[in-house]
């Protein structure tokens, strides 16, 4: 088993699941990979990996029904990875406590960096224990709401999510707020404009 832990990658579409697990074992993690909500579910039971990492929206169970089953039934954290960013879907990974939402489409060298945050930040939320490997060498976690308003600036603007951050903090630097407070600005006027974006579409 490696030392870096084990994740259970999810996804229906099965070039992505294989982009994922093989550039997260050429990582040094221990991958588990599932392409529907219900095999993601007992592979979670028998395995018990570290961490999930879940598409959204998948034909039968979705991710947000996986997730609520692994926080649930199995204490698990998770992280999402969807190619939507609308204010209902925000406000659902909020809701169901994503470690971290991640925006499509799929870069190998951004899902790495994003796994090894959340395996830093799980570690430092069980004090006591020795310092993961890959602590040592990972930048320190984002909070959620941050990794959360940084997807949806990926995802708004194109670019790759240094630069989101870096749009965020400048954002929080000349609107005079810290970065969670801005993070929460922009996460709420996005979940304020899903109800109208509804109402336009006619949906």
Same mark, same amino acid.
């Given at each position: 088993?490696?030392?870096?832990?084990?994740?259970?990658?999810?996804?229906?579409?099965?070039?992505?699941?294989?982009?994922?697990? !093989?550039?997260?074992?050429?990582?040094?993690?221990?991958?588990?990979?599932?392409?529907?909500?219900?095999?993601?579910?007992?592979?979670?039971?028998?395995?018990?990996?570290?961490?999930?990492?879940?598409?959204?929206?998948?034909?039968?169970? @979705?991710?947000?029904?996986?997730?609520?089953?692994?926080?649930?039934?199995?204490?698990?954290?998770?992280?999402?990875?969807?190619?939507? @960013?609308?204010?209902?879907?925000?406000?659902?990974?909020?809701?169901?406590?994503?470690?971290?939402?991640?925006?499509?489409?799929?870069?190998?060298?951004?899902?790495?960096?994003?796994?090894?945050?959340?395996?830093?930040?799980?570690?430092?939320?069980?004090?006591?224990?020795?310092?993961?490997?890959?602590?040592?060498?990972?930048?320190?976690?984002?909070?959620?709401?941050?990794?959360?308003?940084?997807?949806?600036?990926?995802?708004?603007? @194109?670019?790759?999510?240094? !630069?989101?951050?870096?749009?965020?903090?400048?954002?929080?630097?000349?609107?005079?707020?810290?970065?969670?407070?801005?993070?929460?600005?922009?996460?709420?006027?996005?979940?304020?404009?899903?109800?109208?974006?509804?109402?336009? @579409?006619?949906?």
């Amino acid at each position: 088993m490696s030392q870096k832990g084990t994740v259970l990658v999810v996804d229906d579409n099965r070039l992505v699941l294989a982009t994922l697990a !093989d550039g997260l074992t050429r990582a040094g993690y221990d991958v588990i990979d599932a392409d529907n909500g219900d095999d993601a579910i007992l592979l979670a039971r028998q395995h018990r990996p570290d961490l999930a990492l879940l598409d959204i929206r998948m034909e039968g169970k @979705s991710g947000f029904d996986v997730a609520a089953y692994l926080r649930t039934y199995c204490q698990m954290p998770f992280m999402f990875l969807s190619a939507f @960013s609308d204010g209902e879907t925000a406000a659902k990974v909020r809701a169901l406590g994503a470690l971290d939402y991640l925006v499509k489409p799929i870069e190998i060298g951004r899902i790495v960096p994003a796994v090894d945050a959340a395996f830093v930040k799980l570690q430092a939320q069980r004090p006591g224990e020795n310092a993961s490997p890959v602590a040592a060498d990972a930048s320190a976690p984002l909070a959620s709401g941050v990794a959360m308003a940084a997807g949806v600036l990926m995802h708004r603007y @194109s670019i790759a999510r240094a !630069d989101a951050l870096a749009r965020l903090r400048t954002m929080a630097t000349t609107e005079r707020h810290t970065l969670a407070d801005q993070a929460e600005r922009i996460l709420a006027a996005v979940e304020a404009l899903a109800p109208r974006a509804k109402a336009d @579409s006619g949906s």
